[in-house]
């Protein structure tokens, strides 16, 4: 009996987007080829994500599904970010902040415009081992807000019952 096989293709970009996300801002570096396109920062808002977006529409030859979103995983303050993306079906790797300085090597300069660019050139040069991020279903994402809700109370409780403990002995 034969199997017949097939590789999976991989994708290729033209764009690569490196985004470092802060509470309130993002900062964003656009590369195409081994050319910076630009650097821009916005704040952390939906609307001003879709203003940069349709920015990106604009630039001459950019295709959404040619492009490549990265940026480091900071808890919830992505969420604006993940949720337009995942509306316009973007490609988006989400990767861990050590894993793009050690693949870099040793870096001057500590700031939201270096690391957004640092992170664009992290997207092109590994963009055909990158995972790309995937929603979760929602009954998922439910549960794990209710297991982290649940987390913060019981630490509460316990910062609350503790004085409480010491001043009965």
């Known amino acids: ?5 097939t590789t999976a293709r991989k994708k290729t970009y033209n ?13 964003y570096a656009v590369r195409k080829g081994d050319k910076l396109l ?20 604009g630039l001459e030859g950019f295709v959404l599904t040619k492009c490549l979103f990265c940026f480091e ?11 337009f993306l995942k509306k ?11 894993q793009v300085k050690n693949s870099l090597g040793m870096m001057r300069g500590k ?13 092109q040069k590994n963009s055909a081992e990158l995972k790309l991020w995937m929603a979760k279903r929602p009954v998922v994402l439910e ?4 297991v982290a809700l649940r987390r913060r109370l019981l630490n509460v409780s ?12």
């Open 158 to 169: 316990v910062v609350l019952s503790t004085p409480l403990k010491e001043q009965t002995k």
């Open 73 to 83: 995983h900071t808890g919830f303050y992505t969420n604006h970010l993940l949720n």
């Open 38 to 57: 630009f650097h821009e920062q916005g704040k952390n808002e939906p609307e001003k994500i879709l203003d940069f977006i349709t920015r990106l529409k």
């Open 15 to 27: 764009h690569f987007i490196g985004i470092d996300v802060s509470k309130n801002t993002l900062d």
């Open 111 to 123: 700031d939201d415009k270096a690391d957004a660019k640092r992170l664009a050139v992290y997207a």
């Open 143 to 146: 549960l794990m807000n209710l």
């Open 88 to 98: 316009i079906k973007a490609n988006v790797a989400m990767v861990p902040g050590l």
């Open 1 to 5: 009996m034969i199997l017949e096989t």
